[in-house]
């Protein structure tokens, strides 16, 4: 048997380069390992801003290194170099496939393409639930894409266990999650279970259909209350003409507002419309080969972030302070 190739514990054994993604808790970086010279991910998550989070974050750290799953992204290794949790990832060149459509599919894929996508979403679910966990957080912008066209749903950050001291629990209630992909159940702080993934599922499935999430044009309360109050969003059939019926059902069956009525990862497996997906090498060809590389497109977002920050400037030196002064600050503190 092959051993398996270890990573070192140690910042200096990695070279970091552009920033390729954050988050709320993170910045991720583009890195090569020094011995291998292998390129890597890695996360960097500092401990102190973060110290009300510590359990959290162990536990995304553990989740990470424990998953065995060709679907979920398993962490190489992680260590703690002065204040800072670095977490070291297989790099997926191809970024997130919310990235993916930004950059070249701003209207939404088609449907071969979603079909192959979220089959290999579900697979990953099926091993979570199955372990007794719940992700939380399924969206576009955690579904990661590698150079190959292999797909792997990736920050568990949000994710919450169902087994306390070796007793399962019947749900959690913890408000948790992003907004416009949330269950009702969880909006409302009631007790929920892994049936909450399938109504992410879902709103995951319409995100890639069109581009960006039903809810997405609405602030945070809005939001909440049209998931709480409104019929659940779907597939419209005269303006999504181009959509099959077997897609619209297969929505239809994950925005359910009563969670027992959602079918479970592993059902929803056996759902005709999955018999659309095609092969890794078919995203190959038609997600990925006009695609600029991550680096790239990294480079060029940091380019614009500038751009308009010497924008705002300029116009603070020309006397336009009282206008401009808060919207600097909040670009100065996001820099």
């Known amino acids: 048997m092959e051993k398996q190739q270890k990573y070192p514990l140690g910042a200096e054994q990695y070279n970091l380069f552009e920033e390729i993604g ?58 703690v170099t002065d204040h800072y949790l670095w977490v070291v990832m297989p790099f997926m060149a191809a970024g997130s496939c919310q990235h993916i459509m930004k950059s070249a599919f701003p209207d939404g894929f088609e449907e071969a393409v979603i079909a192959t996508i979220l089959r290999e979403v579900l697979k990953g679910l099926v091993n979570i639930h199955q372990h007794g966990d719940i992700h939380l957080d399924v969206k576009a912008g955690n579904i990661l894409v590698n150079s190959r066209g292999a797909i792997k749903l990736c920050d568990f950050g949000a994710s919450a266990s169902l087994f306390d001291e070796g007793k399962r629990l019947h749900g959690r209630n913890t408000f948790t999650g992003t907004f416009c992909w949330m269950a009702p159940e969880v909006m409302e702080e009631n007790e929920y279970d892994f049936k909450d993934d399938i109504w992410s599922f879902g709103i995951t499935a319409l995100e890639l259909a069109h581009g960006h999430s039903p809810y997405s044009k609405f602030p945070s309360m809005k939001i909440l209350l049209k998931i709480i109050h409104d019929a659940p969003p779907g597939i419209d059939c005269e303006k999504d003409k181009k959509f099959s019926k077997s897609f619209r059902k297969l929505i239809e069956s994950c925005l359910k507002k009563k969670a027992p009525e959602r079918p479970s990862a592993q059902q929803l497996l056996k759902h005709p419309f999955f018999k659309r997906a095609r092969s890794s090498e078919y995203l190959t060809r038609t997600l990925l080969k006009e695609l600029p590389s991550l680096e790239d497109s990294a480079k060029e977002s940091k380019m614009k972030q500038d751009m308009v920050i010497q924008k705002k400037l300029a116009e603070v030196e020309r006397g336009e302070i009282g206008r401009h002064k808060k919207g600097v600050q909040r670009l100065e503190f996001r820099r």
């Open 22 to 79: 954050s988050g709320a808790t993170a910045t991720i970086y583009r890195a090569v390992c020094i011995p291998t010279q292998e390129t890597v991910a890695i996360k960097v998550l500092d401990l102190e801003k973060e110290n009300s989070e510590l359990c959290k974050i162990a536990h995304e750290a553990q989740t990470m290194t424990l998953m065995d799953q060709p679907n979920l992204l398993k962490a190489h290794c992680s260590f």
